[in-house]
């Protein structure tokens, strides 16, 4: 359909001579006319921008919006069944697209070998640990966690290593090393507070 500014009166009459209903406008639209497209736009332009700008704050999305509106209802005239106005059909096409619009909305995400270490402002478990036993004892206690934490936290805790030294020796992303520390830091807290 080429897109025209529409006439801002309500020229569009039935054979008696008074103004098309809106659902006679819609069976019109249905079948290509765009004269009764301008008529039904003219009539519901306004109602449907002040119904879409209350719930989307930005106003050029708005705009687009309310264009892909009166898109959906040129292209699903025909779907009109009739058992509400126009303009509640209308206003249902806005409900859709304005959800379809929040949901392409991504969150910022941070991968999780950019985020930050956890801040833990008491002694390391590894600290506390050393401190309170002795290797054999830290042993005994790395042996109740599961295989992978127990293989991560050796190296890191007793041999030194980096985070990227233990992702390269065990064949796991930076960030799964991380996680792993945290986890066994996590779990060896609670096995010494008991």
């Given at each position: ?63 687009e919006v309310c264009a892909d509106v009166w898109l ?123």
């Amino acid at each position: 359909m080429p897109w025209k500014e529409p006439h801002t009166q309500d020229d569009m009459t039935s054979p008696g001579g008074a103004a098309m209903c809106d659902e006679d406008l819609l069976v019109r639209v249905a079948s290509g006319d765009e004269r009764a497209f301008e008529t039904l736009y003219g009539r519901h332009a306004a109602a449907v921008r002040a119904f879409v700008r209350v719930r989307v704050p930005d106003a050029g999305t708005a705009e687009e919006v309310c264009a892909d509106v009166w898109l959906g209802c040129w292209r699903s005239a025909r779907a009109f069944r009739g058992d509400a106005k126009v303009l509640s059909w209308l206003l249902g096409i806005a409900k859709r697209q304005i959800y379809m619009r929040v949901r392409r909305v991504r969150p910022n995400v941070t991968a999780l070998d950019d985020a930050p270490e956890p801040r833990d402002d008491g002694p390391s478990p590894e600290t506390a640990v050393l401190s309170e036993v002795g290797v054999d004892d830290l042993m005994a206690l790395l042996r109740r966690l599961p295989v992978e934490l127990v293989e991560t936290a050796t190296l890191a805790w007793l041999h030194g290593l980096s985070y990227r030294q233990i992702a390269d020796l065990s064949d796991v992303p930076e960030g799964t090393v991380k996680s792993r520390i945290s986890r066994a830091r996590r779990l060896l807290r609670a096995q010494l507070d008991r």
